[in-house]
């Protein structure tokens, strides 16, 4: 029981959060120019995209966990 309420809150929590942000943003850094001592580099904003449905399906699995959970009581 303690292993499903874990997982019905890790799930809705998910959903929440993967709903609001929408994506993941980060930053890599590459040489641009590379002259013996003379080195240029640049810094590239990538984003990686989550869509809603992903997190309203999160969501509805950590409430189907949790209405499993109470009937089995």
């Given at each position: 029981m303690r292993q499903n309420t874990?997982?019905?809150v890790l799930l809705i929590a998910l959903?929440?959060?993967?709903?609001?942000?929408q994506?993941?943003?980060y930053k890599t850094r590459e040489k641009a120019?590379?002259?013996g001592s003379l080195q240029?580099?640049?810094e590239k904003t990538k984003n990686i995209p989550i869509p809603p449905i992903v997190g309203?399906?999160?969501v509805i699995g950590g409430a189907a966990?949790?209405?499993r959970s109470t009937k089995k009581v």
């Open positions: 874990t997982i019905t959903g929440i959060v993967a709903f609001i942000y994506g993941i943003t120019v590379d002259l240029v580099t640049t309203v399906i999160a966990f949790l209405l």
